[in-house]
């Protein structure tokens, strides 16, 4: 089959998408590790990293490609420059899905702290920015990309409050310090997750409208 | 006077130089600021991240336009899709300059925890691997980028040793709890910086020999 700009364009959009729906099971897997105490789950949320970072480096080596190719203009363009960036948060997404994993290793030696009840809410709110944002990309809906934008105040609130929850956890009692860091850790990662997803939309928008939202969106 | 490819592309050069230049200085800064307790150094390092914005879409702009303008090829090509790549990790080096710097912050109200010693030792090996990632483009020397990638796993190493330094002292005081978080909140950014220092470098091997040395550098 002759390749075409239009062909190579759509087998970059497959890609980012396959990308897109490993890091989104990634997130799923580690958060189903964390409730259910699974290690082997969290193990298997390591060993998908390789497969990301093998994917991020096909996909950047494809926009390349594609630049030297067909040199293209406007609405292509500002696509595969925005499937770059989008690539590279992607890729973090999955290092941060490999960070909950690894704290959820460690959180599985010791007993439990307490039951879960914001932290099963804000994987789900960044779960939901993730998927929201890659939504817009496929459908060039600027209009949604914007309403990821706006739900990252509402992680930063919800991480702020579980920060100060623990805190107090380790300040009364200096044997729950360590569990409780990894829960800081989890949450911590969980808040940069959501600055991705945030990354992503901005780059929806750039991509679709060509005009630049960073930094005034928020 | 005439606009051409090799005048659009140092004009790009210089202006990733300048960006280098301001998140140096404010890692800098930040650093002053947390050892000699002073709060409106901080504040200042916290003032600079509007510039670094600013620049950084600027940046993105000028690599957009060049790409539609002369369809560059091969290395001219090569350096354009770093540059775009780099201004992104600059701009998160100085994000994590005014997460330090908002920590001196809150740090700067309470007595000190303790001498710093290792925190110093952090912030010199980051800021070189920072400055000579940014040499290693200038001069296009690749193997002075993969040295810069070699002493990740020295940050690494020092990381979890002050972190588990930090650890001990939460759990022997409650008392240090807050301040210890905001030290380890700031090793942590430290560490980031590392591996986005990493990141440049390994764009800077990509861009001189055209080779994708991720994910197996480190």
Redesign the interface.
Known sequence: MERTLDRDLDEIRQSLLRMGGLVEAMLDQAEKSLMERDADLAKHVIKSD?EV?RI??DL??M??SV??RY?P??VD??FV?AV??IN?DLERVGDSAVNIAQAVLALSEEPPLKPYIDLPRLFEIVRGMVRDSLDSLVRQKPSQALDVCDRDDQVDGLYKQIFREL?TY???D??V??RA?HL?LISRNLERVADHATNIAEDVIYYVEGR?V??SAK
């Open positions: 390789p970072d991020e480096m950047d080596e926009c390349y630049l030297a040199q203009a406007a363009l500002r420059a770059i960036k590279n805190l380790m300040i009364e200096p044997k310090v360590t860091l800081l630049d960073r930094h």
